[in-house]
């Protein structure tokens, strides 16, 4: 009996999992309207100077890595019906994520 609901349980999750994917993508990199590319790595003051735009929004969490804690700053962009979230940690672009506004 205990299989049983294991495998459904299993089947439901890997059923679903794709369709949440599908809608948060993640890049290594994002091309600016001025022509510099930002890379996951880079610098605060360069996202700063070359995005061309200010944040629609931005928010914190804290982040636990190695036994530390770290305050993680996202910023939101909306570009060409993409919204977008970089992530900054320690001064330096830790992930860039981006979703489709008009599903």
Known sequence: MKIRHVLVLSFVCFSIS???????QQLNSLPTSSGVVLHVGD????????MGQSPEGMRSST???NQRNY???HYVYEIEDK????????????????VSVNP
């Open 43 to 50: 610098s605060y003051q360069k996202l700063a100077t070359h």
């Open 63 to 65: 982040v636990t890595e």
């Open 18 to 24: 794709p369709s949440i994917w599908a809608a948060i």
């Open 83 to 98: 919204r977008y979230t970089i992530t900054v940690m320690n001064d330096r672009i830790r992930q860039i994520e981006w």
């Open 71 to 73: 305050t993680a700053m």
